[in-house]
């Protein structure tokens, strides 16, 4: 059994009470199929305070492995994950480090949706052009029933989308897919730096 989970030692912030929780330090998707919905409504990490039913959320160490899509993801600071990385890259697998849940569920949803991290980053990265001087905190792949938006987040809130153009998406695909290859097989953090990072080091004069 890959999964496991360990008694956590908290001390609840609102009322004081220290107690255990039971959290989830390794997740196979194998072993359990309905972990996916709680993990994208986030109540896989959630833990309630015995004493005042305060409600805190449980940020990693995490590993987090789905056999089928082939995706690694360790949020916080996993135990040994310079050897669980190679051991995962050995076997085929994408290998992402997150540093919170919200980015543990983007990557969980680009990879439900059989898309590659890398164009979505990308793809960011040539949205920043176009909303020059907006702020914003983060921008998230945000699929809803009927279509797929970016999420443009600001203090934890919605401040607007951008809608997901699929002919864009593959023709990035398509475009990059060679440098991809060549150059960042083993890169886990990928991320909107990364992304600026990447056409800065490629396409200089495109950006
Ligand atoms: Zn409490």
């Given at each position: ?49 015995q ?9 990693g ?18 135990h ?23 980015d543990?569920c ?79 097989d ?14 800065e ?7």
């Amino acid at each position: 059994m890959f999964t496991k989970k360990e008694e956590m030692k908290w001390r609840c912030p609102h009322c004081g009470e220290r107690q255990l929780n039971e959290v989830y330090v390794r997740l196979s998707v194998r072993e359990e199929p309905a972990s996916l919905n709680r993990i994208l409504d986030t109540s896989l990490f959630k833990v309630t305070c015995q004493n005042c039913g305060h409600e805190e959320y449980y940020t990693g160490p995490l590993l987090y492995v789905d056999e089928e899509r082939k995706l690694m993801a360790a949020m916080g600071d996993v135990h040994d994950f310079a050897k669980e990385k190679d051991a995962y890259l050995a076997l085929g697998y994408a290998v992402r480090q997150v540093p919170e849940i919200v980015d543990l569920c983007e990557k969980v949803l680009i990879s439900e949706n059989g898309r590659d991290d890398r164009i979505i980053e990308l793809m960011k990265a040539a949205n920043t052009v176009l909303l020059k001087g907006q702020q914003y905190d983060q921008m998230l792949y945000a699929p809803d029933e009927d279509n797929i938006y970016f999420e443009l987040i600001k203090d934890a809130g919605s401040i607007g989308r951008i809608p997901f153009m699929e002919a864009v998406y593959d023709d990035m695909k398509e475009r990059f897919a060679a440098d991809l290859m060549n150059e960042c097989d083993d890169e886990t953090v990928i991320d909107l730096s990364w992304a600026l990072d990447f056409f800065e080091k490629h396409y200089q004069a495109a950006v």
